[in-house]
């Protein structure tokens, strides 16, 4: 049997998919279990790898067989779909030098290590230098991509495709004056217990229930690992999906809700389909989705009554002392508190959005060079006080505070608000079609929801941009009505009052 266009073009991504994986574990040992001296080694490898797999997508014969296969009449609708995204991937990829991909890999590994040490010591001036260097290059890879409107477009594409700056300002616009209306009415409301959150509670006994809990969900530890590290992430695809937490023992939450969170970013990849492992239709769609699938579980299902309701029981065993005098109710009433903070991981459902907004306007204009590095921790109060209300005292818990910048994400933000746009649009359709919902969620049991997301959202990979996924799986474009609608009603209950 002769080999087709299609069996080459086919070797020739999967080849990619794990070069990318390999960049993947390169990363989490990185951030996992590394000595702190191998970093400049590190960068190094990872620069090494960055231009192999920028090579290899914009190798011309990828070229010539995507053009021949473009014509292809006999694809079928998964086949055209990796055609088309491996199509978008190297128009991207072809337009930026080598030279430029390998020095922004080993900007990004230095930058990180400068900031994994600058946060704790609230020394912004040392990152600095760093974040104007990745920031020069982040904006000359966007006038190589090229874009309609600004640079900033050209990196959020990379993310969450086909998705423009001005499209996100007017979802997000409305977004913020809802959510801080609602904040508003807020205001001055009865504050529920909150103290014994804040006890001590053993990281090992943590971890024990983390763990119980995410196997619970469907996430399948044979096929994954839980792991500690500075900042929560999942990475990996198919059959190796790890995630990390970190256990702050003064605040039970912390890891609780970030073991959640991740359990649902590595339940969409563990859910892809098999028949397409190491293609891009065995892979998500966008940074938007993954996220709204983070979000549905870690608070629309992770933070309701009737998940703590089984929940709770087991937990107060693991910490008899601890919660001796706390209910499940007060349990689900202090996991909710809206309380405007400085902290985006730790923020409310309420709240969480604005500290999006605020760094969307804060990274929009620095990289579209209306301001500088300098400008940023200046900058980030005042953004913090319009929104939010507050600012932080330090660079710490402000400009510091997230590892995006630090590892040259730019654009990556705005994904987060979506995700929990999209989130409360698909459990809306998820509770029409499964009408006991509630029921199982108290019993612990997630199949049906599961398999929901699995047929809806995972198994169909890239088959459809992120929007007409969104419209199959809810019979209706990606609006944001849904998620007002939901959080009026979730924190109406909550606060006994009409939001
Ligand atoms: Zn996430």
């Known amino acids: 049997m002769t080999r087709t266009d299609y069996d080459d073009f086919l070797y020739r991504i999967r080849e990619l998919h794990d070069l990318h994986q390999i960049d993947g574990w390169l990363q989490w040992d990185q951030q996992v279990t590394m000595p702190a001296g191998g970093s400049g080694d590190r960068a190094a490898q990872m620069a090494t ?17 995507l053009d021949r ?13 990796n055609v088309r995204e491996t199509r978008r991937d190297r128009d991207r990829a072809v337009c930026v030098p080598p030279a430029l991909v390998q020095d922004f890999a080993r900007a990004k590994a230095l930058a990180f290590d400068v900031w994994q040490a600058a946060r704790p010591a609230d020394d912004f001036r040392s990152f600095a230098p760093h974040l104007e260097e990745l920031v020069r290059m982040a904006r000359e890879m966007a006038a190589h991509i090229g874009y309609a409107d600004e640079p900033y477009d050209a990196l959020l594409d990379e ?26 009415r807020l205001d001055g409301a009865p504050e529920p217990r909150t103290d014994f959150l804040t006890r001590t509670y053993d990281p090992a006994r943590q971890q024990t229930f983390c763990r119980a809990l995410i196997a619970d969900l469907g996430y399948d530890l044979e096929r994954g690992r839980l792991d500690e590290s500075a ?37 969409y990849e563990q859910g892809v389909d098999p028949a397409h492992r190491r293609t891009p239709m065995g892979n998500a769609v966008s940074l938007g989705v993954h996220e709204s699938q983070s979000r549905l579980w870690e608070n629309m299902i992770g933070r309701s009554p009737e ?4 929940y709770f029981p087991r937990l107060q065993a693991l910490f008899p002392d ?47 060079g209306a301001v500088g590095p300098d400008d940023l921790p200046e900058l980030w109060r005042e953004r913090m006080r319009h929104y939010l209300g507050i600012a ?108």
């Open 159 to 184: 993310f969450e495709p086909g998705m423009s700056a001005a499209a996100v300002q007017a979802v997000f616009q409305p977004l913020g004056t809802e959510l801080r209306g609602i904040l508003d």
């Open 69 to 81: 296969l473009a014509d292809a009449p006999k694809l079928d609708d998964a086949q055209a779909a």
């Open 307 to 310: 998940f703590w309701a089984h």
């Open 392 to 499: 932080p005292a330090d660079d710490r818990d402000g400009v510091l505070q997230d590892i995006h910048w630090a590892i040259g994400s730019f654009g990556y933000f705005p994904t987060y608000a979506l995700g929990n746009l999209y989130a409360a649009q698909l459990r809306e359709a998820m509770l029409r079609e499964i009408p006991d919902l509630v029921a199982q969620v108290g019993r612990g049991l997630f199949q049906k929801p599961l398999e929901w997301l699995r047929e809806r959202v995972h198994r169909p990979g890239r088959l459809h941009p992120a929007p007409e996924l969104i419209r199959r799986a809810t019979g209706a474009p990606p609006d944001a009505s849904h998620f007002i609608r939901y959080i009026r009603t979730k924190y109406g209950v909550l606060y006994n009052q009409a939001l």
């Open 322 to 368: 601890e919660l001796a005098d706390v209910s499940a109710a007060e349990f689900v009433r202090a996991v909710n508190v809206v309380r405007p903070s400085l902290v985006r991981v730790e923020a409310d459902e309420v709240t969480y959005s604005l500290h999006i907004l605020v760094r969307f306007d804060i990274e929009r204009a620095l990289v579209n």
């Open 231 to 267: 900042h929560p992430f999942t990475i990996g695809n198919g059959d190796d999906v790890r995630i990390t937490v970190r256990y702050n023992p003064r605040f039970l939450p912390s890891a609780l809700f970030a073991a959640i969170h991740e359990a649902g970013h590595a339940l």
């Open 49 to 65: 790898l960055s231009g192999l797999i920028h090579e290899r997508l914009t190798d011309p014969r990828l070229g010539e067989l």
